[in-house]
């Protein structure tokens, strides 16, 4: 069933002399003990889990799927993920970044951050387990109570209990303003919740003894619209003071869904009927609250897109090598076999280098990110923290929808490079696309991310963030722009800078007139903006590997391979998409509704 070996050569490369992360620690007292062999032990642990632990489970889980019980409502999970679940916290590995003083380790997320692109890659379905759980520990520890603390952080940051994020009903997604669940307020501070929720992710299990599920409800007179709603902390069984679990709570899972792919995780439909639960964050607050999940959670499955397309590239790597058919274009390759091996045929080299180049651009990408949001967090200097935090908020809606777009792309492509094997279940490469196809919808569709990102992220503030970040392109064009050996990616990624500031003022201007401009021209929009980014950091990874080209490290040969298959194939995807960005609303909405 293929094999999966962590990119520990890529990642150190981009942590250590991409984003020289070591220096980058040093300036926050909170991780300035932290140096380059602590992150690679770390890494290195943590791809022997991911290969050996996670991995081998990963097509069985997707054959065998989870189990519903209708009488108890208990959910089974296939068969090793348990135990798989039980290594992951005797091994440390859910404390990992998480704040000492509720027993977690104080690593950095940056490092955290790479060790989930080896379980997303080993076993997505796996890793939703876990997945959430710190979301929901991250949203506790900056928005409960001390008591509430006390109460659930030791326990997720342990691994004993996990957490979901429970806001999708029936008859609505992501207007999250129409839901209906209720939270009835009780005389001992206490709320009876009742309501009905879909889509819950690891909803319910038999991995852990308890799930903490965080659920959005409207208080009695509650505003109207997403003004009224509230967030509750509803345990699967209530709490006992001394932290061992206590009394059933009302909250049951109906059915788990029939999906596409991550079979291996339960995705849940949550019936409360006067569940008990606790407010968090404030009454009408909710969602003030829950934002702090939810951007945990899109940059989660950016992550998940990345290995995705890690594992998918691995796979169609090895079989491109041996499997042999037909010759070679420009003479035989392979004179001691009946045929070559496909790897020397022209267009499979452009499926494998598409997804190589995805991947390696998104982890540079969700790497910097991750060590925004540490500098964010952490750092003594106030403006440097509220420029990262801008620069978070800008680039999380691009991580999560150009990178599961682009891991639909890659995984499709590396399918492909089976031919009809690649359909075929025994190769498990089918799983790979069926697994991505979700990235692209939950935690927010890629839409939704990209009417974000235009509407709210830019032109919401002007463009202020974006200047921000176009000031970091500019000053690195500026800075390299006469260096000849690196004007085949300068000369693009400065053009690509112009034309963004263009096309932000042009679509900006139209949407003062006509709002619906904003939505016909975010998801092009997005992928433009997508582009500069991985321009930005392939030129830079590109500038590193013609400083050590005469190394003898091959690593650079190929990375500045990767780069230049990135500028000629795929960098180009970004005149049509200005040209769509630029169309207009007319040519989608003149149509009426009724004529379709």
């Known amino acids: 069933m293929g094999q999966y070996v962590a990119p520990l050569r890529d990642m150190q490369f981009v942590l250590h002399e991409l984003l020289a992360v070591e220096g980058e620690l040093k300036h926050l007292p909170k991780y300035e003990e932290i140096d380059a062999d602590i992150i690679n032990q770390v890494l290195e642990e943590g791809g022997k889990f991911t290969s050996e632990i996670l991995f081998p489970l990963n097509h069985s889980g997707d054959r065998e799927g989870c189990h519903h019980d209708k009488v108890t409502k208990e959910v089974t999970t296939p068969k090793g993920f348990k135990e798989a679940y039980q290594q992951y916290v005797a091994a440390g590995w859910p404390a990992l970044s998480c704040d000492p003083e509720f027993g977690g380790q104080g690593l950095p997320l940056v490092l955290n951050n790479s060790f989930y692109e080896m379980m997303n890659s080993a076993n997505q379905a796996w890793t939703m387990y876990p997945g959430l759980s710190h979301g929901a520990y991250e949203c506790i520890h900056e928005h409960g109570t001390q008591e509430q603390k006390d109460t659930y952080l030791t326990k997720l940051i342990s691994g004993e209990w996990t957490g979901t994020m429970c806001l999708t009903e029936p008859h609505c997604g992501t207007d999250l303003g129409m839901l209906r669940s209720k939270a009835d307020p009780q005389a001992d501070g206490s709320y009876k919740i009742s309501g009905a929720k879909?889509?819950?992710?690891?909803?319910?299990?038999?991995?852990?003894?308890?799930?903490?599920?965080?659920?959005?409800?409207?208080?009695?007179?509650?505003?109207?619209?997403?003004?009224?709603?509230?967030?509750?902390?509803?345990?699967?069984?209530?709490?006992?003071a001394d932290g061992t679990v206590g009394a059933r709570n009302p909250i049951f899972c109906g059915a788990i869904?029939?999906?596409?792919?991550?079979?291996?995780?339960?995705?849940?439909?949550?019936?409360?009927?006067?569940?008990?639960?606790?407010l968090i964050g404030g009454?009408?607050?909710?969602?003030?609250?829950?934002?702090?999940?939810?951007?945990?959670?899109?940059?989660?499955?950016?992550?998940?897109?990345?290995?995705?397309?890690?594992?998918?590239?691995?796979?169609?790597?090895?079989?491109?090598?041996?499997?042999?058919?037909?010759?070679?274009?420009?003479?035989?390759?392979?004179?001691?076999?009946?045929?070559?091996?496909?790897?020397?045929?022209?267009?499979?080299?452009?499926?494998?280098?598409?997804a190589k180049a995805y991947a390696e651009g998104a982890r540079a990408f969700c790497s910097y990110v991750a060590l925004q949001l540490d500098k964010e967090l952490n750092h003594p200097d106030e403006t440097v923290r509220k420029d990262c935090a801008d620069e978070v908020a800008l680039l999380t809606p691009i991580i999560k929808a150009f990178i599961t777009d682009n891991a639909w792309v890659a995984t499709s492509e590396c399918m492909q490079v089976y031919g009809g094997h690649g359909f075929i279940s025994e190769w498990g490469m089918e799983q790979y696309v069926r697994d991505a196809r979700i990235n692209m919808i939950y935690e927010g569709t890629n839409t939704i991310q990209s009417l974000d990102l235009l509407g709210r992220k830019i032109l919401g503030d002007n463009g202020a963030k974006l200047r921000k970040f176009g000031a970091k392109v500019q000053a690195f064009v500026e800075a390299n722009g006469t260096n000849e050996e690196l004007s085949e990616f300068i000369t693009p990624l400065g053009e690509l800078g112009d034309k963004v500031t263009k096309l932000t003022m042009e679509v900006g201007m139209k949407a003062f007139q006509n709002a619906d401009e904003v939505g016909a021209a975010a998801v092009p929009y997005l992928r433009v903006v997508g582009h500069l980014v991985y321009s930005y950091f392939f030129a830079q990874m590109a500038k590193i590997a013609l400083e050590k080209k005469d190394s003898g490290d091959t690593f650079y040969t190929a990375k500045l391979a990767t780069t230049r298959f990135y500028f000629a194939r795929l960098y180009p995807e970004t005149a049509m998409l200005i040209r769509q960005a630029r169309s207009g609303s007319a040519n989608l909405l003149s149509l009426d509704a009724d004529l379709f």
């Open 257 to 278: 869904e029939e999906k596409m792919g991550i079979h291996g995780n339960s995705t849940c439909q949550m019936n409360m009927d006067e569940a008990t639960g606790w």
């Open 198 to 240: 879909i889509f819950i992710s690891a909803g319910e299990h038999d991995m852990v003894s308890n799930i903490v599920h965080l659920v959005l409800a409207r208080l009695p007179g509650a505003p109207e619209g997403s003004k009224g709603i509230s967030l509750f902390i509803v345990p699967k069984f209530l709490p006992n």
């Open 283 to 354: 009454p009408n607050k909710g969602l003030n609250a829950m934002f702090v999940f939810m951007n945990a959670a899109r940059l989660g499955v950016g992550m998940q897109g990345l290995g995705l397309t890690e594992i998918a590239y691995q796979n169609a790597l090895v079989y491109a090598k041996d499997r042999i058919q037909m010759r070679s274009l420009s003479g035989v390759k392979a004179p001691d076999k009946q045929a070559d091996p496909i790897i020397v045929h022209a267009d499979v080299r452009r499926m494998l280098f598409t």
